[in-house]
């Protein structure tokens, strides 16, 4: 991009040092850091947001990469407030329903390992695998090149969780 080569020549730094940069921006602002409290994002974030980024629009929830452990673990677990342990599950959760899942949007690559769990994680996905299902109004996307391995019912398994809990009585039109 020329706007990105004319920066780098302006400031006399190397391209790939404004790349860094850029990219460390764009991650800051998706990923929202230290700008959530109790599921609510902070009003001084908002305003450094929208003070460094005139005309673009605040994020309204972060975006955040999981593993399958951390996202069946530490993360979903409850503190003794009865809040998840991690920030980015505060967003819109409701203590009432106990799922730190509920009204998200969750894109998984490799979903077909919430049915073929290898043994060393089979707690933290078998932990994850409920709470995605009995999560509501929740958007899973999930993406895998095996849907089925070594058991036919593990497509049907695997479309189950997707669907969740409360369309499970739906047809699978739409799910697929």
Not at 31 to 54: C, D, N, T, W, Y
Request: glycine fraction near 10%; include cysteine; charge should be positive.
């Amino acid at each position: 991009n020329e706007r990105i080569r004319f920066e780098a020549k302006r400031r006399g730094i190397r391209l790939e040092r404004v790349i860094q940069e850029l990219i460390a921006a764009i991650r800051e602002a998706l990923e929202m850091r230290k700008s959530l409290h109790r599921g609510k994002v902070k009003p001084s974030f908002v305003a450094r947001i929208m003070q460094e980024h005139p005309n673009v629009p605040v994020p309204r929830a972060p975006l955040r990469a999981f593993r399958y452990t951390t996202a069946g673990g530490g993360a979903s677990e409850l503190g003794s407030d009865g809040w998840p342990q991690h920030p980015l599950l505060k967003v819109g959760f409701d203590p009432s329903e106990l799922n730190p899942y509920a009204r998200k949007v969750v894109i998984m690559d490799e979903c077909h390992n919430l049915v073929r769990p290898c043994q060393v994680y089979e707690e933290q996905l078998g932990r994850l695998r409920d709470l995605l299902s009995g999560a509501k109004e929740l958007v899973l996307v999930g993406f895998t090149g095996t849907p089925v391995g070594n058991n036919a019912l593990e497509g049907r398994k695997l479309l189950d969780i997707i669907k969740g809990e409360a369309a499970a009585d739906l047809n699978d039109e739409g799910f697929v």
